[in-house]
């Protein structure tokens, strides 16, 4: 069965260090999303993305943020200069499509990123 | 902006027992979804109610969308080892966005 995939798995960094969590959404699928989910909390949207442009975002994913899909299958979130508060475990998801019935996301298994 | 709340937070349960976690939110919604994250793991699909009053089973899984489609239930009968774990509700906001919102999820444990 097709998943998502989602490397590394653990990244471990300095405050003011830039990441790039990398992410292979299902191969079929048109919609890309970045959720991150802090210890013991609930998940919360970051951005979505559709036809090589950001759809809609939330106030968490500022001006450090940015996302990309460098090529067909790869789907990055960079974060430019991390924060202690940006530890938390990073979930990319993709859906095939979008509208009445059809929005079912799909998880990765996550990057579980720790800023030191 | 839109919130979702979910409660319990925890559930403790004897194994055979019934469990159920509730969401409402603040505003109406175009759907739900349900997920459940097992410890350690990451969230998985479990279903998407889409109609008002809506009733939907999986086995020993009952999930039911309100009437005004602001709320949502997930019930387990008999509850079983392997349905540790937490129960995340999502919804979508009616009026077009995409964004959904995910309620603070309900840990289940089942002791044995």
């Known amino acids: 069965e097709p998943e998502v995939t989602q490397t590394p798995s653990h990244q471990v960094t300095q405050m003011g260090q830039e990441v790039i969590l990398r992410c292979v959404p299902i191969?079929?699928?048109?919609?890309f999303y970045w959720y991150r989910q802090i210890l013991g909390q609930k998940v919360e949207f970051l951005v979505s993305?559709?036809?090589?442009?950001?759809?809609?975002k939330s106030e968490i994913f500022d001006d450090q943020f940015s996302v990309e899909r460098p090529d067909g299958s790869n789907f990055t979130l960079k974060i430019r200069s991390t924060k202690l508060e940006d530890s938390a475990m990073y979930f990319c998801?993709?859906?095939?499509?979008?509208?009445?019935?059809?929005?079912?996301?799909?998880f990765g298994p996550g990057t579980r990123l720790l800023v030191l | 902006g839109q919130q979702v709340m979910q409660i319990p937070q925890y559930q403790h349960v004897q194994e055979g027992e019934d469990f159920t976690t509730y969401c409402n939110s603040s505003?109406?919604?175009?759907?739900i979804q349900w997920y459940k994250q097992r410890p350690g793991g990451h969230p998985v699909f479990l279903i998407q109610l889409v109609k008002s009053g809506e009733v939907k089973k999986q086995k020993r899984l009952t999930f039911q969308f309100g009437e005004a489609k602001k709320n949502s239930s997930l019930h387990i009968t008999a509850t079983q080892t392997t349905d540790v774990g937490t129960y995340f509700c999502a919804g979508h906001r009616s009026g077009g966005s995409y964004i959904p919102t995910f309620g603070r999820g309900t840990s289940l444990i089942v002791h044995p």
């Open positions: 505003t109406t919604l175009s759907n």
């Open positions: 191969s079929n699928h048109l919609y």
């Open positions: 998801a993709s859906a095939p499509r979008l509208g009445r019935g059809e929005e079912t996301q799909y």
């Open positions: 993305f559709y036809n090589n442009e950001i759809s809609e």
